[in-house]
Nanobody, 129 residues
Framework: QVQLVESGGGSVQAGGSLRLSCRVS????????MAWFRQAPGKEREWVAA???????RHADSVKGRFTISQDNARRTAYLQMNNLKPEDTAMYYC???????????????????????WGQGTQVTVSS
């Protein structure tokens, strides 16, 4: 059974930083494409970033230069480092994983729209101005 557990959310002021973690169990991390999504109240879910088993990454334009997705296969954990946070980054953040996406599809345009098989429970990020 594949399980994803997020942590690291919280409340910060604009300009601050947070690091989200997504610990996975039930599979070998390098076999899967992993991504971060977010959803703000009243808005559609938004793809934020993805990383494949080879470490190739892609970030949404809205977070490029501020957020960085990374992984530690030994710890079976994916991370989202978020710097220079803005109030518009306030949302519930979810990690997702799927073995059906390999390089380069994981970080392709179609990958940003992919229906991932496994999801975490989410962690709240709130940024105040």
């Amino acid at each position: 059974q594949v399980q994803l557990v997020e942590s690291g959310g919280g409340s910060v002021q604009a300009g601050g930083s947070l690091r989200l973690s997504c610990r996975v169990s039930g599979y070998t991390r390098s076999e899967y494409c992993m991504a971060w999504f977010r959803q703000a109240p009243g808005k559609e879910r938004e793809w934020v970033a993805a990383i494949d088993g080879g470490g190739y990454t892609r970030h949404a334009d809205s977070v490029k230069g501020r957020f960085t997705i990374s992984q530690d296969n030994a710890r079976r954990t994916a991370y989202l480092q978020m710097n220079n946070l803005k109030p518009e980054d306030t949302a519930m953040y979810y990690c997702a994983a799927d073995r059906g996406l390999t390089h380069p599809d994981c970080i392709s345009d179609s990958g940003t729209l992919y229906d991932y098989a496994f999801w975490g429970q989410g962690t709240q990020v709130t940024v105040s101005s």
